[in-house]
């Protein structure tokens, strides 16, 4: 699967690229033709920078964040854009004047929690919701749903890869559209083409990489 992906470059920005494979995958919510990698967005310094930056001006200078979620391993590319809003002077409640970044767990029943040391960086605060390739939006939904539980303000959800532009009324912003990977759709489970053919699922992905079936 290494050897068959293809790089393709962010029109924004030439020193940023997404790797992407065809084939047949699913993820926890869809079937997909092309599996997306941002490894290398999240875990290079230099990109996750490159992102952050991006994505700071998708905030509005005007809203409050207090605190990034970071949801998919996307916490370097969180600390980066925390510190672009800070040096960009976005509002915020935090009385340290400083933004939080932070990562949810996911209990056994897979639903999104914070314990109660993280509470804080939560509740009555005003989040940036980030995440790493979004295809149905079922994360963004059950993510939005957990911080309001604890008491967050979603103020903006960013993605670097999504295929939809907003979900339950909320926006979502990001680098990489589907336009950017020509040919790539994802289908319901049950209405999927390949699954229809039965052409095998060649592996399960997810926001931590891919595993093979
Ligand atoms: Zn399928």
Redesign the pocket.
């Known amino acids: 699967m290494e050897k068959r992906m293809v790089k393709f470059y962010s029109r924004e920005n030439n020193k940023l690229a997404l790797h992407a494979s065809s084939g047949?995958f699913?993820t926890s919510n869809s079937?997909i033709n092309y599996y997306i990698d941002v490894t290398s967005i999240k875990t290079r310094v230099r990109e996750a920078k490159e992102a952050a930056a991006i994505l700071s001006t998708r905030v509005n200078p005007m809203s409050y964040v207090d605190t990034i979620v970071c949801m998919d391993g996307t916490e370097v590319i969180g600390a980066f854009l925390a510190e672009l809003l800070e040096q960009r002077k976005v509002l915020s409640t935090n009385i340290h004047e400083t933004l939080y970044v932070v990562e949810p767990e996911l209990n056994n029943s897979n639903q999104i929690m914070f314990r109660d040391n993280m509470k804080d960086k939560i509740a009555g605060k005003h989040v940036v919701l980030l995440l790493d390739t979004t295809t149905t939006g079922e994360t963004i939904r059950r993510s939005v749903e957990a911080i309001r539980y604890y008491g967050g303000i979603v103020e903006k959800v960013v993605s670097l890869f999504s295929t939809i532009n907003g979900i339950n009324g909320m926006s979502i912003d990001t680098i990489f559209t589907a336009e950017d990977i020509p040919g790539y759709q994802a289908?319901e489970?049950h209405d999927?083409?390949?699954?229809?053919k039965g052409?095998p699922?060649e592996a399960m992905v997810n926001g931590f990489g891919y595993s093979k079936l």
Not at 192 to 196: A, E, G, L, T, V
């Open positions: 047949h699913a079937h289908y489970p999927c083409p390949f699954c229809k052409i699922i």
